[in-house]
């Protein structure tokens, strides 16, 4: 069995353990780098590419146009019998923190209140209406970078006034009185594989990335319902979905991830999710 692994670099944590979990499998895994990408139109083959699978590890920055054509050729590869795991229609919307949500609130999923805006006047207003305290964050990230807390408006008003004149989308939701932790729900083909609960007490961002700690949970049916729903919604087939509770133990989605890490999650489960992507995906 071959597959492709698209990532930026072949020395980062989760392609090592790939690599180790494909030798395991005896799968030949093939790093490819997204900076290789090419395409050969008016070829005999187009689009040319040995693997009958690719896994997408990240999508990394980069220009409009280098996004563009990365997302391009992946749906290239799916129109031409390869199988993408995510999908590119599940990348779109996963990455783009607007229209993951809009597809959640669609579904009938509850999500945090949410404006997105282009100027910092809207932005004003739409701080006003979600109370005062609300959680800025850039359209496209993840591990908690770049995420501001906002409940001052004098800081309101300077971070507002900054992004417009970045050209960035202003994107605020209010800030969820939650009890001190969250949860990270990995979900591999339309069941839960495995989640943990993140608990920080020197920050309200509960990513480890950004310091939390972590425990592993077995969630309740309501929970892991809510997981797996908000994975259809959002076309993947892969993901991590970050469930939060509010003061009234009310749950919502605050995002889905295309692209999950696994580094803690394995580590306080002990589950080998490397090992079950890859037994997943060559089935």
């Given at each position: 069995?071959?597959?492709?692994?698209?990532?930026?670099?072949?020395?980062?944590?989760?392609?090592?353990?790939?690599?180790?979990?494909?030798?395991?499998?005896?799968?030949?895994?093939?790093?490819?780098?997204?900076?290789?990408?090419?395409?050969?139109?008016?070829?005999?083959?187009?689009?040319?590419?040995?693997?009958?699978?690719?896994?997408?590890?990240?999508?990394?920055?980069?220009?409009?146009?280098?996004?563009?054509?990365?997302?391009?050729?992946?749906?290239?590869?799916?129109?031409?019998?390869?199988?993408?795991?995510?999908?590119?229609?599940?990348?779109?919307?996963?990455?783009?923190?607007?229209?993951?949500?809009?597809?959640?609130?669609?579904?009938?999923?509850?999500?945090?209140?949410?404006?997105?805006?282009?100027?910092?006047?809207?932005?004003?207003?739409?701080?006003?209406?979600?109370?005062?305290?609300?959680?800025?964050?850039?359209?496209?990230?993840?591990?908690?970078?770049?995420?501001?807390?906002?409940?001052?408006?004098?800081?309101?008003?300077?971070?507002?006034?900054?992004?417009?004149?970045?050209?960035?989308?202003?994107?605020?939701?209010?800030?969820?009185?939650?009890?001190?932790?969250?949860?990270?729900?990995?979900?591999?083909?339309?069941?839960?594989?495995?989640?943990?609960?993140?608990?920080?007490?020197?920050?309200?961002?509960?990513?480890?990335?950004?310091?939390?700690?972590?425990?592993?949970?077995?969630?309740?049916?309501?929970?892991?319902?809510?997981a797996l729903r908000a994975t259809r919604a959002s076309s993947a087939i892969i993901a991590g979905v970050d469930l939060i509770a509010d003061e009234l133990g009310r749950w919502c989605v605050i995002e889905v991830n295309a692209v999950p890490g696994w580094k803690s999650l394995s580590s306080v489960t002990g589950i080998d999710i490397a090992t079950e992507i890859l037994q997943g995906i060559s089935r």
């Open positions: 069995m071959n597959i492709g692994l698209l990532c930026d670099s072949a020395n980062g944590w989760h392609v090592q353990d790939l690599l180790r979990a494909a030798t395991k499998l005896q799968i030949n895994l093939q790093v490819l780098d997204y900076r290789a990408l090419q395409s050969l139109n008016g070829f005999s083959v187009v689009y040319p590419n040995p693997n009958p699978i690719i896994l997408v590890r990240i999508m990394p920055p980069g220009s409009l146009e280098q996004v563009i054509f990365r997302m391009d050729w992946l749906h290239a590869q799916q129109n031409s019998g390869v199988k993408i795991f995510n999908p590119p229609k599940a990348l779109e919307i996963c990455i783009d923190k607007y229209l993951c949500l809009e597809r959640l609130e669609r579904s009938g999923i509850p999500i945090p209140p949410t404006i997105c805006c282009q100027t910092a006047q809207q932005a004003m207003e739409a701080w006003e209406n979600l109370g005062k305290d609300v959680v800025v964050k850039p359209l496209f990230g993840s591990e908690g970078r770049g995420m501001m807390r906002v409940s001052d408006p004098e800081l309101a008003w300077r971070t507002f006034q900054t992004l417009e004149r970045l050209q960035s989308i202003l994107y605020l939701q209010r800030f969820i009185q939650h009890p001190g932790w969250d949860l990270r729900v990995f979900v591999l083909q339309g069941r839960v594989l495995a989640a943990m609960q993140r608990m920080n007490a020197k920050d309200w961002r509960t990513n480890v990335a950004q310091g939390g700690k972590a425990i592993p949970v077995s969630l309740p049916k309501e929970l892991a319902d809510l």
